[in-house]
């Protein structure tokens, strides 16, 4: 069943929530420009311009959102429409910063998006000197980190709809092919399958495999060959999808499923860690320590993975380091990889930490696909 998206996935109790979020960070208001942030509280999906649409929340006072004249139209026709939001339309000719710094007043301290353009930031800063500013993701990450059940509802739909893109690309990874042209039919699919948007689409063959974040060449992929597929895109919804799978042409080296098998159990032993209470940094271990004890440590270059919402990277990481303990709710990547150089490989799934363990939002075979 698709959730409701006006009411469930972005629920118009929201915004008071952030009011009192905002509060309790000791801020006078945040400001939040198009993105998830925005699209989070609002449910307004807007796009970033140079003209100034911002949504104001004042930690004492009604939130208002200023927005362009030729804007408005489309802002009452989103979610935002239908929540007790003024919305303040501002004429070509006006200055929309200096009318956010009156409305708000003297505060001394501001939230601005993290994702909000360098130029509105400073334009901020100079029409509200006495404001100190800070990432609004003090208070919104806390927020946005716990997924709603229809929020994960949206993950286990950008999930299936990127299983069914994976389970085409047999047919599309021939050799003979150009990186390129398997990436170009793999986007086709990824919005054939219910994405809005296409978010990367990375093919790597044979030594490309060994850059995780190599995109798409020229290259002619050949017979024997390894093939790294990592894929994702952005649902109408808003959530992301964000999936890795490895393919071979014919028979693999024999030195690539030596440490193949070794991936695989420590991709599933990184998953079977997750449950409440527990650590990201110990999901990192419970990976790292498979792929290190079989010699290939020093071939896993990055992190296990990366949370996953409105945004496909976003809080919690799963690295060394952050000992926030997971809570039911929380969507990430586990997503080890090794790259030895010749070739490489990473399996990744994103999962949720449910009440007692974890639960896959991706179902695609983890095994080597072997394409013919
Ligand atoms: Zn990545
Ligand atoms: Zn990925
Ligand atoms: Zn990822």
């Known amino acids: 069943m698709k959730p409701d998206v006006t009411t469930e996935l972005y629920p118009p109790a929201r915004l008071a929530r952030v009011r009192e979020a905002t509060a309790e960070a000791g801020?006078?208001?945040?400001?939040?420009?198009?993105?998830?942030?925005?699209?989070?509280?609002?449910?307004y999906d807007a796009i970033q311009l140079?003209?100034?649409?911002?949504?104001?929340?004042?930690?004492?006072?009604?939130?208002?959102?200023?927005?362009?004249?030729?804007?408005?139209?489309?802002?009452?026709?989103?979610?935002?429409?239908?929540?007790?939001?003024?919305?303040?339309?501002?004429?070509?000719?006006?200055?929309?910063?200096?009318?956010?710094?009156?409305?708000?007043?003297?505060?001394?301290?501001?939230?601005?998006?993290?994702?909000?353009?360098?130029?509105?930031?400073?334009?901020?800063?100079?029409?509200?000197?006495?404001?100190?500013?800070?990432?609004?993701?003090r208070v919104m990450s806390r927020l946005r980190i716990r997924k709603s059940p229809a929020e994960v509802a949206a993950l286990r739909e950008a999930g299936a709809a990127i299983d069914r893109v994976h389970r085409q690309v047999p047919a599309?990874?021939?050799?003979?092919?150009?990186?390129?042209?398997?990436?170009?039919?793999?986007?086709?699919?990824?919005?054939?399958?219910?994405?809005?948007?296409?978010?990367?689409?990375?093919v790597g063959s044979g030594p490309n495999a060994a850059s995780p974040h190599h995109e798409l060449s020229d290259r002619v992929i050949r017979p024997g060959e390894p093939v790294v597929v990592d894929i994702g895109g952005t649902m109408p919804s808003g959530y992301c999808s964000d999936e890795t799978r490895n393919y071979c042409i014919g028979e693999p080296p024999a030195d690539y499923l030596a440490y193949y098998e070794v991936l695989q159990r420590a991709q599933e032993?990184?998953?079977?860690?997750?449950?409440?209470?527990?650590?990201?940094?110990?999901?990192?271990?419970?990976?790292?320590?498979?792929?290190?004890?079989?010699?290939?440590?020093?071939?896993?270059?990055?992190?296990?993975?990366?949370?996953?919402?409105?945004?496909?990277?976003?809080?919690p990481y799963i690295v060394a380091g952050n000992t926030e303990p997971l809570e039911p709710g929380m969507a990430f990547s586990v997503e080890p990889g090794i790259y030895?150089?010749?070739?490489?490989?990473?399996?990744?799934?994103?999962?949720?930490?449910?009440?007692?363990?974890?639960?896959?939002?991706?179902?695609?075979?983890?095994g080597l696909i072997i394409v013919d």
């Open 27 to 43: 801020l006078g208001a945040l400001l939040l420009t198009p993105g998830p942030d925005l699209r989070y509280v609002t449910g």
């Open 50 to 137: 140079e003209r100034l649409t911002c949504l104001a929340v004042p930690a004492e006072g009604d939130p208002f959102l200023v927005v362009p004249r030729l804007e408005l139209a489309a802002a009452q026709a989103s979610p935002a429409g239908s929540l007790d939001l003024e919305m303040v339309p501002w004429e070509e000719t006006d200055d929309p910063y200096a009318l956010v710094a009156r409305r708000l007043g003297g505060i001394d301290a501001v939230g601005v998006a993290d994702r909000m353009w360098a130029v509105m930031a400073l334009r901020f800063r100079d029409a509200m000197p006495q404001a100190r500013q800070v990432p609004a993701s």
């Open 172 to 202: 599309l990874l021939k050799a003979g092919r150009t990186e390129r042209e398997v990436g170009r039919d793999i986007a086709e699919a990824i919005v054939a399958e219910g994405h809005a948007r296409v978010d990367f689409v990375i």
């Open 269 to 315: 032993a990184a998953c079977r860690a997750v449950r409440p209470g527990t650590t990201p940094e110990e999901v990192d271990a419970a990976a790292r320590r498979i792929i290190a004890d079989a010699g290939y440590g020093e071939h896993f270059i990055h992190r296990t993975g990366h949370g996953i919402g409105l945004e496909t990277h976003e809080d």
């Open 340 to 366: 030895p150089g010749a070739h490489g490989a990473r399996i990744e799934d994103i999962v949720v930490c449910t009440e007692d363990g974890f639960e896959r939002m991706n179902h695609v075979d983890r």
